[in-house]
């Protein structure tokens, strides 16, 4: 039998050939370029990585975070052992905000970055912000504004959202945050005037107060002045006494000796002190 012909088919694959540019052209006046994201209704599925110690920190406490997750935002996730989530939904708005919400559950706070949390607590030497779930970090009151604060409460009250900037994480993974470093990071920020930017976490100068100047005493007494004291003025200098010799314990009626020691240092308590009876009483005092 005779098939088709080879100028048959040639026809047939060129007139093909236009066939398929026409096609093209069309479709580049519809769309030049392919599209750089899929469209929001347009079903789709996306894999993160987090780290396996957060694992626990998506789920939560009988899996309270992970079903916050999905009633919110209707998207189905899965989590695998390695730290793998898969979020699938038809809806682009719900796959951002399943994203979000999953991101801020195992974030770790970077230095540097600038957060907007809320205040959850107030002391008397800064307050505590949070910047992520279920992680705060102390704003020192010399880090609240440009100049000296005197209350915390003159900037900001429990419950107030705060733009706070990270400056420093010590080992054990504590946060201290600076407001003062936030709004100097905002666009069109202006210092006020008279001040002197500082690294952050440096705390200011405190006055210095000369301990020479402080004036007398409001007895208005001046201590170099004291005159003698009231035992009678004796030197402190105990080496100008003569110690003399202890007289002995057997009572004697001889006359004693003129290295015996004098008679009121013996008549103070019936204690012999050698003469340093006075010095001995005003030491005391």
């Known amino acids: ?3 088709l012909s080879f100028e ?19 479709m580049a006046e519809g769309l030049a370029a392919p599209r750089e994201e899929l469209s929001l209704l347009a079903p789709r599925i996306e894999i993160m990585k987090i780290p396996v110690e957060k694992i626990g920190d998506l789920i939560g406490p009988s899996g309270k975070h992970i079903r916050g997750i999905i009633e919110t935002t209707g998207a189905i996730i899965d989590v695998q052992d390695d730290g793998s989530v898969f979020i699938s939904t038809s809806d ?3 796959m951002k905000a ?4 999953v991101l801020a559950l195992t974030a770790n706070a970077e230095i540097g970055k600038v957060y907007t949390g809320k205040v959850v607590r107030i002391t008397d030497f800064g307050c505590f912000v949070e910047i992520l779930p279920k992680k705060d970090g102390m704003c020192h009151v010399s880090e609240l504004d440009f100049s000296r604060v005197d209350k915390v409460t003159d900037i900001c009250r ?4 705060m733009k706070v900037k990270v400056i420093d994480i010590d080992p054990s993974g504590k946060v201290r945050l600076s407001r003062r470093a936030a709004l100097e990071d905002e666009p ?5 005037e008279g001040y002197k930017p500082r690294p952050a976490g440096e705390r200011p100068e405190r006055p210095s107060h000369d301990r020479h100047d402080r004036g007398p005493r409001s007895g208005g007494h ?22 003399g010799t202890r007289p002995s314990s057997s009572h004697s009626s001889s006359a004693p000796s003129s290295h015996d020691a004098p008679k009121e240092s013996v008549d ?7 003469g340093k009876s006075e010095d001995f009483e005003a030491d005391l005092r």
């Open 1 to 3: 039998e005779e098939g």
């Open 8 to 26: 048959t088919l040639r026809s047939a694959l060129a007139q093909a050939r236009l066939g398929r540019f026409h096609i093209l052209g069309k």
């Open 92 to 94: 682009g708005e719900a």
């Open 98 to 101: 399943a994203r979000g919400m």
């Open 158 to 161: 429990e419950g107030d959202m």
């Open 188 to 192: 069109g920020f202006v210092a006020p």
């Open 222 to 243: 001046d201590r170099g002045d004291r005159g003698p004291r009231s035992s009678g003025g004796h030197d402190r200098d105990r080496g100008a006494h003569d110690r």
């Open 268 to 274: 103070r308590g019936g204690v012999d002190r050698g």
